[in-house]
């Protein structure tokens, strides 16, 4: 069997930067590919294949054009036995999450969103952490994930 079948053969999970990420945050995609696999996060990524999740042809109005790349992403991660899928994008996650379901029939893969995959597996390994001074953090919540998802 070769190594295109045995992938295909595999449920997976799937890191997928979204746009913005991909095309102009390069160091924060590569930070999170560091990340994961720090934590054990097993993830494939599919950079010449996948295309925009849609949203922004949606909001400009083109839902036919939106619901045809949903469709090619729907087939290339089928093709790939994409079971799950994660990203740091909230626009992306929206999208996978509430918009793919009532565009895409069929639609059946689970997209979570990099803050949780990344607490999931820092709860298991916090617990071996220790920590020699206390500091602030900051988080920004995007509106796309804090309100719509």
């Known amino acids: 069997m070769g190594i295109t079948e045995w992938f295909k053969g595999q449920g997976k999970t799937l ?3 979204g746009c ?3 095309g102009i945050l390069k160091q924060e995609l590569e930070n999170y590919k560091t990340i994961f696999n720090k934590l054990g996060i097993d993830f494939v990524m599919l950079p010449n ?15 036919k ?11 290339l ?12 994008c909230p626009s992306c996650y929206h999208t996978f999450n509430h918009l793919y379901p009532e565009l895409i029939k069929g639609w059946n893969i689970e997209t979570e969103h990099v803050t949780r995959a990344i607490l999931s597996k820092l709860k298991d390994k916090i617990k071996n952490l220790n920590f020699e001074q206390e500091e602030v953090v900051c988080y920004h919540d995007p509106c796309h994930l804090g ?3």
């Open 65 to 75: 054009e939106a619901k045809k790349l949903a469709q090619k992403n729907f087939d």
């Open 15 to 17: 890191y997928y930067p």
């Open 77 to 88: 991660f089928k093709k790939y036995n994409i079971k799950r899928i994660v990203t740091n």
């Open 147 to 149: 309100r719509y998802s």
């Open 20 to 22: 913005l990420t991909k």
């Open 49 to 63: 294949d996948e295309v925009c999740c849609g949203l922004p042809v949606l909001n400009a109005g083109h839902k």
